[in-house]
């Protein structure tokens, strides 16, 4: 069963600019979240997707945008990127189980962004 | 304001000896507990996990505890090996579903 695939996974890019990034869930799994992991900071919660809607959102700017595709495939999006968003961004992917349970997610290898 | 607290960033163990990683949490509405293991460059793995209705959970050498009272929890690797060398993260949900808190990590080296 393949992972979780997200692509690039390196990327340079110029203050100002905006970078879209590449996430395709592990089948089966139809929720994705996003992860912002910064030296010191941990991993910050980003967005979760269900079904090509939002469900849950953390405290980002509105710089910062996704999407999820019928397929549950997901893209995240930054616009007018400032140096302080180079960071390591992670997509996990999770089964959608009933309210009251719990499962774990699966991460992949992640997207190296650096902003300069 | 962070959720999920790892105090320790490192921690350094004799091959063959027990590790043990601390987590603290303030949050009384998590009811899920994960610990990650992530090597430079690649994702978090997927560790262990415990629900708040149990104290611990075990697999293989990998052992959770779970105080609820005391908002902790602890991850136990015994025996400790060379490969268990990463960086451990916990992290918990709860209320808001597949949402994850994490902590800042612990960086794990384990002595041959």
């Known amino acids: 069963k393949a992972g979780v695939t997200q692509t690039p996974r390196y990327l340079i890019k110029t203050r100002g600019q905006q970078v879209t990034l590449s996430c395709s869930p592990i089948?089966?799994?139809?929720?994705v979240s996003w992860y912002q992991q910064t030296p010191g900071q941990g991993l910050q919660f980003l967005f979760e997707y269900f079904s090509e809607t939002q469900r849950n959102k953390g405290n980002f700017p509105g710089r910062f945008s996704g999407r999820q595709f019928s397929n549950s495939r997901s893209e995240m999006n930054v616009s007018t990127l400032e140096l302080g968003d180079s960071a390591l961004y992670l997509c996990a992917s999770s089964l959608d189980i009933p309210q009251g349970m719990n499962t774990e997610a699966f991460f992949g290898q992640g997207t190296r962004l650096t902003v300069v | 304001d962070q959720q999920v607290k790892q105090n320790s960033p490192s921690l350094s163990v004799q091959e063959g000896r027990i590790s043990i990683l601390n987590c603290d949490y303030t949050?009384?509405?998590?009811?899920?507990f994960l610990w990650y293991k992530k090597y430079p460059a690649e994702g978090p793995t997927f560790l262990i996990s415990i629900s708040s209705i149990k104290d611990k959970n075990e697999d293989g050498r990998f052992t959770v505890f779970l105080n609820k009272s005391a908002k902790h929890l602890s991850l136990h690797i015994v025996p400790s090996q060379p490969g268990d060398s990463a960086v451990y993260f916990c992290a918990a949900s709860g209320y808001t579903g597949n949402q994850f808190y994490f902590g800042t990590g612990t960086s794990l080296t384990v002595i041959p």
């Open positions: 949050n009384s509405m998590f009811d899920y």
């Open positions: 089948s089966g799994h139809r929720s």
